[in-house]
């Protein structure tokens, strides 16, 4: 009964982390495209690179 208890409570937990990324990346994608829509001409975003790497 325990483990079926936990296993669903994990469940749940996960789902709501996948719902809440979802949403944190469509509003940053909504964000990214009203500024393309103020400034269409204005240069390329550049992906961040982790100085860590090098």
């Given at each position: 009964?325990?483990?079926?208890?936990?296993?669903?409570?994990?469940?749940?937990?996960?789902?709501?982390?996948?719902?809440?990324g979802l949403y944190?990346?469509?509003?940053?994608?909504?964000?990214?495209?009203?500024?393309?829509?103020?400034?269409?001409?204005?240069?390329?975003?550049?992906?961040?690179?982790?100085?860590?790497?090098?």
């Amino acid at each position: 009964m325990l483990i079926a208890v936990l296993a669903s409570t994990m469940t749940v937990a996960t789902l709501m982390a996948t719902a809440f990324g979802l949403y944190e990346e469509a509003e940053r994608s909504r964000l990214h495209t009203e500024a393309d829509r103020r400034q269409p001409f204005r240069p390329a975003r550049r992906i961040q690179v982790d100085s860590h790497d090098r």
